[in-house]
C-alpha cells in the first residue's frame, strides 16, 4: 500500500528526514515512533504530496508521489497532527462540504453522513458549531472526515493526543474495527501502549532515521531483558551501583530511580529484603523500555 | 520533488468557490445590505453633498462622473479585502486550505478558487452600485448592464493581486502597507473622484499604467455612454493585472503551502 525508499527532506539547512525507507502492507497497522522532532509528521507529509521532498521514491496505493499525489489523496483518508476542520460550518455541514472536494455526490453523502456521525459518536451534535465541541470531539469529527472516501489507506498522526481515557478508548475501538475491516492504517502516537495495543508493526525513527522496526513484541524480546524492576528512595544511588549489577543485566540511573533490566527479576527482589528504605515496582518490560533504550533518556527539542 | 503545478484541467477550484459561497449564503442579508448601503451613503453623501459645489465634469453632473468611479471603487475594495484579510483567515489562522489539501486538492486549485470568489464578491458590490444608480435615476435602459463582464474583470485584478499579498504576509499588520502604499493611492490617481487631468502630468502618468484608471475608463463609457479613448487597452491592462497577479500567487502560495 505504501513504500517509501530513501527519502531525504531538509528545512534550511538541516537534514530532518535522513533516508528513511519502509514499506506498509495491506491491512496493517503500522506505528511510526519517535521522539519529539524525531521527523514523523515530515516524513507523513511527503508521502501525502503535501511537503516537497528532497529525494526518494514514494508510492501511495500503487501511486508515484508527488507525481500522482492528487490522485493517491483521493484514496487516502487524513487525520493530521492538529485539526484543521471548517470553523466556518457545523459538525454536519464539515463532513458534506470536505466530501465535496473529494467529488462524491451529494446523494451519495447524504447517505454517508448519519454513519459516519455515528462512527464519530456524534449523531446528536450533527448541527452544532465547532466551537461548541470538546477536544475530544474535534478529534473524533477529524477521523469521520478522514473516512468521507471509503478509503483503503488512512494516515494518523497523534490521533489521541490530548484526550482523556475514555475518548482514548474509543478511538481505539474505531481503529481497531477499521483495520478488522481490512483498512491500512499508518499512525504516530507518544503512547508506547497505544502502539502496542493497535500496531502490527512498529518503526522507530529518531533524528530523521530509522533505527528500528518489528513487531512489537518482537522488538521486546529482541532489544531488552523480559523484566523490569523500578527502585527508589533513600540509598538507591549506593543499591544501584554496588548491588543491582549483581542480579540484572543493565542498571540505569535517571533522577532518584534505578531501572533495572533483569532476565529473572527473583534474586533481585530477594536482595532488595535487607533494603528495607527501598521501594520497589516489579513489572514486564514493555515498548517504553525499548523506545527509551534506544533513543535514550534526554529531552528533546 | 513537488506535484506538477498543473494537471490534467479540472474545475476542481469550483470546489473552493462552492465551500466560500455556502460560508457567505449563512450571513447573505446582512453582506448585502452592506453591499448596498455603503455606496449609496458615498454616492449621496459625495454625489449630492459635495457635488452641489461642483461645476459639471466633462460634461456630466458631478453626481455622474463619481458614480462611474465608485462602482470600480467599490469593486477593487470588495476583491481586495476578501482575497487579503478573508484568505489569509482561511490560510494561516482557520488552516482551511491546509484541510482542503488534504483532500484530492493542489494549492493551484485553492488559489484559482479563492481568486474567483473574491472577483464574484466584487461583481456583487459593483451591481449593488449599479443598481444604486438605477435607483437615483443615474443611469437608464439596459445599456448600463454592459458594464457588468467589466467589473468582474476589475474584480478578477484586485483579486490576483491582493492573493500575491497574501502569499507573502505573515499576519494582518503586512495589509496596512498594502493599503497605504497601493490601494490609496490608486483610489487618488485613478480618476475615481476628480479627473486625471487635474493632476501634473508626472502624477497622471503614474495613474496610466494603473489597473483603476483603465477600470474606471470603462465604467464611465459604458454605463453613462461617455466617449472611451482607448476600450481594447483598457481591457488588456486589465487582463494583463488579473492573469499575472493569479499566476505569481498560485506560484507563491504553492511554494509557501508545500514547504
Ligand atoms: N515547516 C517547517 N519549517 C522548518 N522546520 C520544520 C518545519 N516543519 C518541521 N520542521 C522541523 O523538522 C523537524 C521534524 O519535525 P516533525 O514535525 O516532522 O517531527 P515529529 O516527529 O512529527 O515531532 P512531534 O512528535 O513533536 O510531532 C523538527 O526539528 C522541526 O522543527
Ligand atoms: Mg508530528
Redo the contacts with the bound molecule.
Sequence with gaps: MLQVAELRKS??G?E??RGVSFAVAAGECYGLL??????????LRCCLGLTASDGGHISLAGLPVPAAARAARARTGVCP?FDNLDPDFTVAENLVVYGRYFGIPRDLMRERVPRLLEFAGLEDKAAARLDALSGGMKRRLTLARALVNDPQIIFL??PTTGLDPQARHLIWDRLKSLTASGRTLIL?T?FMDEAERLCHRVAI?DR?AMIAEDAPRRLIGAQIEPHVVEIYGEGVREFARDTAPRYAQRVELTGETAFCYCRDAAPLLESLQAHSALRALSRAANLEDVFIKLTGRDIR? | MTEPLIERCGLRYLHVVGRNFLVWRKLMYASMLGNMADPMIYLVGLGFGLGGFMPAIEGMRYINFLAGGMLCYSAMNSATFEALYSAFSRLKIQRTWEGIMHAPMTAADVVLGEWIWAALKATLSGAAMLIAMYLLGLVHGLRPLAVMPVVLLIGLAFSGLGLIMTALAKSYEFFIFYFTLVITPMMFLSGVFYPRSALPPVVQAIGAVLPLTHGADLARGLTLGTPMAHPLLDVLVLAGYATCGVSVSVLLIRRRLL?
Excluded at chain 1, 521522539?35 to 514523523?40: I, L, V
Design positions: 528545512y534550511s538541516t530532518v528526514v519517535g521522539p519529539n522532532g524525531a521527523g514523523k509528521t515530515t516524513t497532527q498522526d497523534e504516530t507518544h525513527m530523521g527539542d | 514547504k
